[in-house]
């Protein structure tokens, strides 16, 4: 979020679907949207009847590093069939300390509670599967998050899915870029090393080895890499057919695509390639998503049906075009 004048910040939602496929001994008795809203029910009486939530730390399996996760609100609309939600990260690392009123002192955040980076999000399951609108916070929960903890509760806990696919709807097609590419001419990529992790495996080890390496050694916040295939020749730039960079980018194109996952590890992935015509394209994954983007006045949004009255109008449009 990136504040602007007259205390407005901007603040952006993005849109995906979640599907659930349930396991082949519910195949004849329940859909993805029963498993959904199943998942729902099971967070939504962990909050009101136990008076807990539902903490899941998506890195159980790394020494040495947390991300604790849990679901703080989940309250259906039946009407619309809708359901209003928020997920919420825990903070790690060096705690901030706080400054009471009218005392000059610091006192230790821990002595309060945690902190904590809220996302709210709100489903639509009109379709036959789920259609998501949701809050894109940088520090907080994301789209890989919110899949990994509806994922876990559907299969962990409820052992009613098993498997879950997640499709971010783009503006721009990574079908056209996928169908026009002929040869790529530069790629500009940006990536925190935290979240490589995030990314397919082998994905990870056939292109990005080198940042992890980079990042156990010298411990950067990020890395930028920013590549040319290029070679000038008398003024002219040549355009020498650049195999390798073509299969890391289409094989990249089809894991965004079809793991969509893939894309909450990036924070840039630029590729400027020429088509099949000769012309010059920019595919910029960041840029393609579809967004709402509104400037609000944080202070006065201050309830869940406050965040739901400013995507309400746009989200029932944007469901209507499905």
Known sequence: MESTENNLTEVKFQYFSLKFTPLNSYSTEIDSNDIMKNVITYI?????????????????????????LFMNRAVFLPKERRIRCSIALLRTGREPLIK????????????????????????????????????????????SDIEYYFRNVAHKVLKQSKATEVNMYMDISIDKALNNLKN?????????????????????GKYFSGMNNIANILKP??????????????????????????????????????????????????VRYEDKEGNEEIFNLLNSKRELILNVDLKQITKSKDWYSLVEEDFSTFISTL
């Not at 939504?44 to 604790?68: A, C, T, V, W, Y």
């Not at 002595?111 to 940088?138: P, R």
């Not at 894991?255 to 590890?265: C, Q």
Request: glycine residues 4%.
């Open 44 to 68: 939504s009486n962990k909050l009101i009847n136990d008076k807990q939530g539902h903490l899941i730390d998506r890195h159980e399996d790394r020494p040495n590093s947390r991300r604790e």
């Open 100 to 143: 009471p009123k009218e005392q000059f002192k610091l006192v230790a955040i821990d002595s309060l509670g945690s902190i904590a980076e809220e996302t709210h999000f709100f489903i639509d399951y009109n379709k036959g599967f789920s259609v998501v609108c949701c809050e894109y916070q940088h520090y907080g929960p994301r789209l």
């Open 221 to 270: 916040k990020f890395i930028k890499i920013e590549t040319s295939f290029q070679t000038p020749v008398k003024g002219i730039a040549s355009r020498e057919l650049n195999k390798e960079a073509n299969k890391m980018v289409t094989e990249m194109l089809q894991r965004f695509k079809g793991r969509s996952f893939n894309i909450d590890a990036f924070d840039a992935f630029v």
């Open 184 to 204: 790529v001419l530069n790629m500009d990529i940006k990536v925190q090393p935290k979240n490589l992790p995030q990314l397919d495996t082998d994905i990870q």
